[in-house]
């Protein structure tokens, strides 16, 4: 790995990284730890900082080659930059986090589901419009629970322009565009209730996908969990993505109902497999908990009987056929395939599956499908060719209760690899490696691909190479770009839901611990180079994409933009254009921000007015962000941003508005009285 300035001395920086390293080999082997010794801090950690050179440093902080390695790996020094962006789920916080590769540094957290003050996102007009949330009883929804990031695609690889996420708590979609890395818009799915296998792409990201989860009926429905089998219903939805507009187009999308067995994890095929989906079942014994009554058994137990449960092989291609053919029926003015049509018109196929899956990845040229068995130590794979030849010669072993031709799993699976405890996600690298989660060994392991995947490695092929220790409980991994057409290899970041001993004591409630793990060497050389704590949400899914793909604006196109519609608004101010309009009881504001001035600085309004109150920043300088506090609002400001706040000035008295970016010199002269008369 090279982060090399164009000049020599990138040579220089090459020599002196040699230089640390043979110190650190030198020194390890000199003062190599005892047991003893180095300077104990608070806890029994050695002193970070030591008085002297790069060795005694080493020796002080009893650091092995290993560590020396690492630190140089991922230490990024001012002004550089990370070869790779990741954006990660923040979990039941709602946002999307995005971290720098592999500095492991927070760059950005994106609001999503969830109002973030410090970015105004949720308190302007414009962005509490896409927030606009309404839970399952109908009350307003100011969280959400992001799970599965999913970045856009052209031609089965990530193009930096779109990222979609969703909310598995209330079943919603988001898309962020990432030319400002803001929230464009939220659908609500009108058929369900939650989702959780979703959001992915297809590869040239012509549809999101969202899967469902725990079955209900379908459109927010009543029927009692005696009637489960009759009335309650999975669900995967497709919705439309319009390119141009940057929006998902509701018209235009449709879902599949499917049998109420627990919709999972998700994927969909790429090159090969292009036009098919593939979604993770359990819970086909289709229990229906209650523990707690009398003769129940936990959901823990009743969905855990069966050995086998069901991979929804999916034909998009035809289903999108059969929705534009009008064999739909429409629930809460949205269009879905029924059950018994995805059956009957060879859309919906299941291949058993080993047991309790949770992850299904498909690999990158879209060959196999890699299942993992919660409460299996194998995974396994499915080859879809076989899949397409079983369909083709009518080879099934049976239907399932509600008519789904189920394959024979002999027939459809290809290997089955051992690798421990707890399987639950897949990534691929540019080595014919898979790499897999271990929950409950705590470990990722590292397994060779057979196939086409054969000459790109000299091991064995279908075998576990190498089992890699991890703190702890790894969920997802994420490889740089490992779920896409061409993984790049080179850095794996293991998603940990307990980090235990990690860090610091923070109290009962712990952060998360990212870690991440060089895979650029073969064979069984991998290694854990760092922990980053996560203490705002947990991430569960990540997608790392080569950063020089992102091409993110400096600043807003034009003064007065609206990031919302990515357009000017039409409330857009600029210099000299400063006013106040009344009209009868509504005040409407036309303001602008620059250092060090809000204009006007003077808002005179009448007790029981309604305010309407424009802000827009006229700034073209880089990183020249205002901020605009009044009461209960706050919005942030980008350079050329327009953004609006409403309310009716119910309070006689004096408030003092002021600019929360600390901007300029004169940040805190950039202020101004609003005047409420009596
Ligand atoms: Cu946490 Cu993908 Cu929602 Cu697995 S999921 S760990
Ligand atoms: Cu503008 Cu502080």
């Known amino acids: 790995m090279a982060y090399e300035t164009s000049d020599n001395s990138k040579t220089w920086a090459v020599v002196a990284a040699i230089v640390v390293v043979v110190f650190a080999a030198i020194g390890w082997l000199i003062f190599r730890p005892s047991g003893e010794g180095g300077a104990q801090g608070p806890g029994g950690a050695t002193l970070t900082r030591m008085p002297g050179d790069a060795n005694s440093i080493i020796k002080n902080r009893q650091m092995s080659p290993e560590d020396v390695l690492a630190a140089l790996t991922t230490y990024m020094p001012s002004g550089k930059h990370d070869d790779y962006m990741m954006f990660a789920s923040g979990g039941h916080g709602g946002q999307v986090l995005v971290i720098g590769v592999p500095s492991m540094r927070l760059l950005k957290v994106i609001g999503v589901f969830t109002p973030e003050p410090w970015q105004g996102w949720g308190f302007s007009e414009e962005t509490r419009a896409v927030i606009n949330g309404k839970a399952g009883d109908g009350t307003d929804l100011l969280w959400g629970d992001t799970h599965h990031p999913a970045l856009s695609e052209t031609n089965g690889e990530y193009d930096g322009q779109f990222l979609f996420i969703n909310d598995k708590a209330s079943a919603r ?12 818009q939220i659908v609500k799915n009108p058929l369900a209730i939650n989702d959780h296998g979703g959001a992915f792409v297809t590869p040239d990201t012509e549809w999101v996908i969202e899967g469902g989860q725990y079955a209900h009926p379908i459109g927010g429905k009543y029927a009692s969990l005696a009637d489960y089998k009759k009335s ?35 994927d969909a095929g790429k090159l090969v497999s292009d036009g098919w989906i593939f979604l993770n079942s359990f819970n086909t014994e289709m229990a229906t908990g209650g523990g707690e009554k009398k003769g129940g058994v936990w959901f823990e137990a009743g969905t855990t009987q ?19 053919a ?4 429409t629930i809460n003015g949205f269009r879905m395939i029924p059950l018994q049509t995805a059956a009957s018109e060879s859309i919906l196929y299941f291949a058993p599956e080993p047991k309790s899956p949770h992850g299904v990845d498909v690999t990158p040229g879209g060959e196999y499908m890699v299942v993992s068995g919660k409460l299996d130590p194998h995974v396994t794979i499915f080859s879809f060719q076989k899949m397409m030849d079983a369909i083709k010669n009518k080879s099934f072993s049976g239907k399932d209760p509600y008519g789904v031709p189920i394959f024979d799993f002999k027939k459809v699976v290809e290997k089955q690899v051992e690798l421990g405890l707890g399987p639950l996600h897949t990534q691929f690298d540019d080595k014919g490696y898979a790499y ?18 054969e000459k790109l490695h000299s091991d064995k092929p279908w075998t576990l ?10 969920g997802h991994l994420a490889a740089a770009e490992g779920d896409t057409a061409k993984p ?9 839901k307990w980090s235990v001993d990690r860090f610091a004591n923070v109290g009962p409630l712990l952060p998360q611990n990212l870690q991440l793990v060089d895979i650029s060497n073969p064979g069984d050389k991998m290694q854990v180079l760092y922990d980053m704590p996560i203490g705002i949400g947990e991430p569960h899914y990540s997608q790392i994409i080569k950063a020089d793909k992102i091409k993110a604006w400096d600043v807003y196109p034009e003064i007065g933009w609206s990031p919302v519609t990515q357009s000017k608004s039409p409330k857009a101010t600029t210099v ?16 602008t921000a620059i250092r060090s001035h809000l204009n006007p600085e003077h808002v005179e309004v009448k007790k029981g007015d309604k305010v309407i109150w424009h802000v827009t920043n006229v700034e073209r300088a880089r990183d020249a962000t205002h901020g605009f506090a009044l009461f209960n609002h706050n919005l942030s400001l980008e350079p050329g941003e327009t953004e609006t706040i409403s309310f009716t000035a119910t309070k006689e008295g004096v408030y003092p508005y002021y600019c929360t970016e600390f901007c300029s010199a004169l940040h805190l002269e950039m202020t101004g009285y609003l005047l409420v008369k009596p």
């Open 465 to 474: 190479v190498k089992k890699i220790p991890v703190q702890y409980n790894v």
């Open 173 to 184: 979609v988001a898309v962020i565009d990432l030319r400002d890395f803001e929230t464009k």
């Open 436 to 453: 897999t989660s271990l929950f409950l060994d705590s470990a990722v392991a590292r397994w060779s691909l057979g196939g086409p995947y």
């Open 306 to 324: 069966r050995d086998m449960d069901y991979l929804h092989v999916i034909n998009l291609k035809k289903a999108i056929a059969t929705a534009a």
């Open 326 to 329: 009008g064999k739909t029926t």
């Open 488 to 496: 790049a290899g080179h850095f794996l970041v293991a998603l940990n």
């Open 576 to 591: 000299g254009q400063e006013r106040i309009v009344r009209n009868g009881n509504t005040v409407e504001v036309f303001m």
């Open 232 to 266: 309650y219903r999975g669900l995967v939805t497709c919705w439309k993505f319009d390119r141009k507009k940057g929006s998902i187009d509701p018209s235009k999308s449709f879902a599949i109902e499917l049998p109420p067995y627990w919709q999972d994890l998700s």
